[in-house]
T-cell receptor, first 109, second 115 residues
C-alpha cells in the first residue's frame, strides 16, 4: 500500500530545542493525523487536521494541514525528555489511512 | 485510553500453531483495521472491516484471516505460524468509512512471539 514520505527519519536534539518534522504524499488527503508511539505500545493520537491550511495546537505541539492537501507538518516546542518516541503521520484518502515511516526522536537532557 | 480494546496483550506460541487476536472497537465505531508492526518497522496494513463486511485488504498473508461480528468486535486469525510472524498486531477503529473528518484510534496491541 501507499506510504507517506516522512522526514527526518531520526532526530537527536538537546532538551529545550524545538523540533520540526513533515510528511508528504503524492495523493490528496481529506485528513491528516499525527501520532506518538512509545516502545511496545500503540500509537496515540496527538493532533487531527481536517481542512487544508488548518493549524492546530495541542500544548507544545502544533501541526498544519498543507494548503496543497499533500503535506503536513508537526512542530514540538521546548522539547522535554518525555517527548522521546516515534512520531507517525497518517493521511486519510477514501476508506484508507496511509502511514508515514516514522520519525524517531531522541531528547538529550 | 483510546477506547479500543485488544486481547491478549502478550502471547508466546510455537511454529505451526494457530492463534486468534481479539479487538473491541471504540463505542460507535463501525470500521475496524488490523495492522502488523515488526521490530523497528512501520505499520503494515493488513485488512479493514466496515459494519461486518470486508472493505479493504492490504499485505495480509493467506495464512491470516479476519472477521467482524454483528456486535462489531473483530478477530484476526493467524495460522501455520512462522518465526517471521512475531510482531505487534494492532487493531484500530474509526467512526465511518470514507468520510471527511475521520479519525483512527489504536488499541495497545497484541505482542505475538513465535518460538
Amino acid at each position: 500500500g501507499q506510504q507517506l514520505n516522512q522526514s527526518p527519519q531520526s532526530m537527536f536534539i538537546q532538551e529545550g530545542e524545538d523540533v520540526s518534522m513533515n510528511c508528504t504524499s503524492s495523493s490528496i488527503f481529506n485528513t491528516w493525523l499525527w501520532y506518538k508511539q512509545d516502545p511496545g505500545e500503540g500509537p496515540v493520537l496527538l493532533i487531527a487536521l481536517y481542512k487544508a491550511g488548518e493549524l492546530t495546537s495541542n500544548g507544545r505541539l502544533t501541526a498544519q494541514f498543507g494548503t496543497t492537501r499533500k503535506d503536513s507538518f508537526l512542530n514540538i516546542s521546548a522539547s522535554i525528555p518525555s517527548d522521546v518516541g516515534i512520531y507517525f503521520c497518517a493521511g486519510q484518502g477514501g476508506n484508507q489511512f496511509y502511514f508515514g515511516t516514522g520519525t524517531s526522536l531522541t531528547v538529550i537532557p | 485510553d483510546s477506547g479500543v480494546t485488544q486481547t491478549p496483550k502478550h502471547l508466546i506460541t510455537a511454529t505451526g500453531q494457530r492463534v486468534t487476536l481479539r479487538c473491541s472497537p471504540r463505542s460507535g465505531d463501525l470500521s475496524v483495521y488490523w495492522y502488523q508492526q515488526s521490530l523497528d518497522q512501520g505499520l503494515q496494513f493488513l485488512i479493514q472491516y466496515y459494519n461486518g463486511e470486508e472493505r479493504a485488504k492490504g499485505n495480509i498473508l493467506e495464512r491470516f484471516s479476519a472477521q467482524q461480528f454483528p456486535d462489531l468486535h473483530s478477530e484476526l486469525n493467524l495460522s501455520s505460524l512462522e518465526l517471521g510472524d512475531s510482531a505487534l498486531y494492532f487493531c484500530a477503529s474509526s467512526v465511518l468509512s470514507g468520510t471527511r473528518g475521520n479519525t483512527i484510534y489504536f488499541g495497545e496491541g497484541s505482542w505475538l512471539t513465535v518460538v
